[in-house]
């Protein structure tokens, strides 16, 4: 990175590390430092710890300390059907709720960036349910999906018979997926606006003087220039679902018959209710292991299609 | 030099930080206790302690019940000393005993057998040593609706346990109240929740769930856990009781009248309330069993242990022995909780106060005392009864929703034979 | 905007998107109405009216402020305050920390970059709940328990936030760094006065994702704290509800006082969101 131009200051910065710049390498450690820190400290080394836990022994009693149990937990968890079931769960479950997920909020984001009235009120009522504690969303919605509840009784009055929701195995993972849009869709419109505000004017003014009708706009203009957002939301969306379990937990434990036992409500089970850590270890890492391959994927995809 | 000054007011900011906060350390004089009750609840015997042991104090912590268990098996299984005492759900003192979560209190309290009631003390027990002192005790009656019941032309059950309904009679009962208008027929306070349901297969002989010298062995596909829950899956296909309402939102339904039997706790605050408002009239029963086969009712509830790893115990020890093993503190304890008295005196003395109630129909308090002596079952007491109850529950839970009986329970038999299987070999390398 | 730039034309049109976005937004906002109308109600009323449809489905029967009143001679202050302000040192300390490191990592060259954002993106994929546990023990030996420090430590570095500025700090043209080297800038004032002004959207995105991700904090708190008025107040509300009796007003009037919060930042927010310079050519 030579300059034709070199002012002493300059003269002086330029010494090397192999093809690095000695002072840009030294500013990285600075600027990097407290993040990298964090990361390592707060993320990477508890993951070691647990990592190592999934090794030991699952059950801890007095008199019998936790030993080495070598592939113990990851043989037992691969051999078990329900894990399996918990598996092809997890995996329905993120396959449809991303993409629905995600092309809703970026049709609301779209929608709620036209020039309508009180869109900002629109906005903000699409971000409350986001902003509902966590712990409080699957009360309201328990109660609305009870078979007694607010929904059949809608249901009811537009002639649709009461339907089972949470308590059939059919409808109960549906209903979680229900939920969970509710919460999410408002969250992720938000950044997908973000990227829609980015759209400079002038290109969709030149789109539209060229003849292209709103359809090709949106398709040949806007999703282009929406890549990085959507890939963002994909992935980040991926990841949050993939880690999914406190509805689950409030309103179905699992069922009705292991049709809403995701991989992490059992590892939650696990490694809180029933107190076998070894066990909850061994599940996060093929847990991640999984969703690692899934992202992965997704960003081969995603930059296939960009330089596509 | 900017960056510095930034540095340097990263880690006082730090610093400040790190010193900031409440901080609670076990031992000493404080107490500090974690238990599933509301604060307010509490105040009377934390007061009444505090004012007989001059400079205790009694700090507490409530989580709701399901936290409850998991923050204290993942803070015991860290060794935390942030706490000193705890409640712990009698079910579960084998599996804290063994786990080394619970402070030995075998020879530092005194007689305790003398002063509470007997399936407390058990309770409150493993492998012959007493790791926690009894607070509370339960039991089940069945509740009815005066009105309903009368629309129905029924005559009501009596709280004779001598003439006690046998489920398939609540069961008609139940399905007539509904013909002459009754919104639902029968409903378990504790829906789908093994402590509520334990009686049924008990009833016929089926046993508790669980054999074997160390209760770790599943025993739940025998033919009377299916006939008794073939029963209980009925009550709901037909129509006596609605699926997928959350157990807390239950008292609500019989307390609007909606409801013509229900069984729960004796002595219902929410039911009470309702009677004294003159929102719904309602009388109590003994709880049923099934024809031909025994009486049988769930009990047990808290006892209070302590946290092992806390080095001075003393203090928690005292604590739990006001509560515990004298009147006064175990009247005060459980003043303003729906639950029963464990130490013996207290226990008459709720009976007696029970029995002076406008509210209670006459005769509970004596059922209440025969019941605990003769009908009480014990949960298994095994240490494996968590990864149990968290397995018949959701077995439960598929039944309650028309899930096959027997295969729902064939499947939880073999899910629990895996899960128990290390408790199993743990304990055969304990020797 | 995206829809400002070209004709819609018909006011028709318009008119229909705004009944599409309005009916939209009232079914998302249904349910947030219920609690709060529940909250409005006693408690024995909160259950009663769900079916058949009524009005007083949604609105209450009885209109009553017992709740909220419940609330004020409680812990609830205390809670909303703790959480008020964990999330701001989290947002305050996070941004620089991750906006200081994903200009490192768009902007500074240095052996091993690309194996450091890998490891960056990986760690925020490490679901926080699977590492709660060892994490707790390793605070609590340190003595953090029920401290600030412990309530927000973790939550500074957040490999998504990073993420996100980094996206945008890439998009920043490297002329103005050159210009800027040129001159003789250092790092610091490269960073501090070119790149961190041109991105307030991103800056706002992240501090956004920082303030949710501790708002929010459920598992965290509830294993580092024990001291109940050091608990944050999305805990506390859960312990609102006892044993024994169910009674969810006062749980949905604090419910009611917690979501407020974040739903009033971001409606401060929303202005914000547009750029502030010129867009032209700033996107590759």
Known sequence: MTDAKTTPRQQRTTRRLGSFDRGEVLAALLFLGPALAALVMFRIVPAVSALVTSFKSSVVLVGVSSSFAGLDNYKTLLTSPEFWGSVKTTLLFVGIVVPVQTAAALALAVLLTQKIPLARVWRLFLFLPFSVPLGISPLIWGAALRPDGIVNAVLGAVGIGAQPFLTSPTQALPSIMLVVSWIGVGYWMVFLIAGLQDIPNTYLEAAAIDGANWWRRFFHVVLPLMRRPLAFVLVANTVANFILFAPVQALTGGGPRQSTNLIMFDTYQNAFIVGDRAAASAQVVILLIIMLSVVVLQFRLLSTEESG | ?431 | MVGSGYKTGTLLFRGLLTVVAAAVALLFFLPFFWMVSSALRPGEEIFAFLSPLSPYSLIPKTLTLDNFAQLFGGRLGRNVFNSVLTTTLTVTLGLVICSTAAFALSVLRFPFRSAVFAAVVVSFMIPFDAIAIPLADTFRALGLQNTYAGLVLPAVGDGLAIFVLRQFFMGIPQEMKEAARVDGAGWWTIFWRIYAPLSKPALIGAGLLLFLGQWQAYLWPLLIVTDPSMQVAPVALAQFVGQYEFNFGPMFAGATIVSVIPAVILLSLQPYFVRSVSSQGLKE
């Not at chain 2, 400079?55 to 098996?73: A, H, I, K, R």
């Not at chain 2, 334990?198 to 770790?216: A, F, I, K, N, V």
Request: glycine share 10%.
């Open chain 2, 1 to 431: 030099m900017r960056a510095a000054g930034f540095g340097l007011s990263l880690s006082a900011a730090g610093a400040f930080l790190a010193g900031c906060g409440g901080g609670q350390e076990g031992g000493g004089d404080g107490i500090t206790f974690i238990a599933a009750e509301e604060p307010a609840n509490f105040r009377p015997v934390i007061r009444g302690f505090e004012a007989a042991n001059r400079g205790m104090t009694v700090s507490y912590n409530n989580y709701p019940f399901d936290q409850l268990n998991s923050v204290l098996q993942s803070r015991l299984q860290s060794e935390d000393t942030s706490f000193t005492c705890y409640a712990v759900d009698q079910p579960r003192v084998p599996a804290f005993a063994a786990r080394g979560y619970l402070a030995d209190l075998s020879d530092r309290v005194g007689d305790v057998e003398g002063q509470v009631l007997r399936t407390s003390y058990e309770a409150s027990s493993y492998d012959g040593k007493l790791y926690s002192l009894p607070i509370w005790t339960s039991e089940q009656v069945l509740y009815y609706n005066t009105a309903l019941l009368e629309k129905a032309g029924i005559e009501p059950p009596s709280t004779n346990p001598e003439s006690r309904w046998t489920w398939e009679e609540t069961f008609s009962a139940a399905k007539e109240a509904q013909g002459a208008g009754a919104k639902w027929g029968l409903v378990f306070s504790q829906v789908n929740r093994y402590y509520q349901l334990q009686p049924l297969p008990e009833s016929l002989g089926g046993g508790p769930g669980l054999r074997g010298p160390d209760l770790l062995e599943p025993d739940i596909t025998n033919d009377a856990w299916v006939e008794a829950f073939e029963w209980y899956r009925k009550t709901f296909s037909e129509g006596l009781s609605p699926r997928g309402i959350p157990p807390e939102q239950n008292a609500a339904l019989f307390a609007a009248g909606d409801v013509a039997f229900y069984v729960g706790i004796p002595s219902d605050p929410t039911f009470e309330e309702a009677k004294k408002n003159g929102q719904i009239d309602w009388g109590v029963g003994a709880h049923p069993y099934f024809e031909g086969g025994e009486a049988v009712t769930p009990t047990d509830s808290w006892s209070w242990g302590i946290n092992p790893f806390v080095e001075d115990q003393e203090a928690a020890l005292a604590w739990l022995k006001y509560v515990a093993l004298t009147k006064k503190g175990a009247l005060q304890g459980a003043q303003l909780v729906p639950v029963m008295p464990a130490h013996s005196e207290a226990f008459r003395e709720y009976l007696d106060q029970l029995q002076t109630q406008s509210t209670e129909p006459d005769g509970v308090a004596d059922l209440l005392d025969h019941e605990l002596e003769n009908t009480a079952v014990h949960r298994p007491r095994s240490i494996g009864y968590v990864q149990f109850e968290e397995i018949l529950n959701t077995a439960f839970d598929d039944i309650s929703t028309g899930a096959d009986v027997a295969k729902t329970l064939q499947r939880a038999s073999g899910e629990l034979r895996r899960d128990l299987e290390p408790l199993r070999s743990a304990l055969e390398q304990q020797g």
